[in-house]
Nanobody, 122 residues
Framework: QVQLVESGGGLVQPGGSLRLSCVASGRIFSISAMGWHRQAPGKERELVATITSGGGTYYSDSVKGRFAISMNNAENTVSLQMNSLKPEDTAVYYC????????????????WGKGTLVTVST
């Protein structure tokens, strides 16, 4: 079984910074991509940023220029550096991964962490 565990959430003032981290563990053959989604109270879960194992990145327009995603392939970790935080960034942030537990197409799977809360407020 594969587990993804987020860390780094907390309370930060507007304009401040936080760095979220996520570690994937368990039976992992390879990881093709990792990313972050977030869900604010009463809102739908939305994509924040994604990074492929080859280093390609994608950011939502709302965080572009403020957030940076990175991956450590050797350690199966992904991080999200969040700068210039705004109150609207307040949400539970979820780590996700597209991975494989074996070398075959049938071994591909997708996993989610349980989330870490980020609160941007005075």
């Amino acid at each position: 079984q594969v587990q993804l565990v987020e860390s780094g959430g907390g309370l930060v003032q507007p304009g401040g910074s936080l760095r979220l981290s996520c570690v994937a563990s368990g039976r992992i053959f390879s990881i093709s991509a990792m990313g972050w989604h977030r869900q604010a109270p009463g809102k739908e879960r939305e994509l924040v940023a994604t990074i492929t194992s080859g280093g390609g990145t994608y950011y939502s327009d709302s965080v572009k220029g403020r957030f940076a995603i990175s991956m450590n392939n050797a350690e199966n970790t992904v991080s999200l550096q969040m700068n210039s935080l705004k109150p609207e960034d307040t949400a539970v942030y979820y780590c996700n991964a597209d991975l494989a537990i074996g070398p075959y197409l049938s071994d591909k799977t997708h996993g989610w962490g349980k989330g870490t809360l980020v609160t941007v407020s005075t």
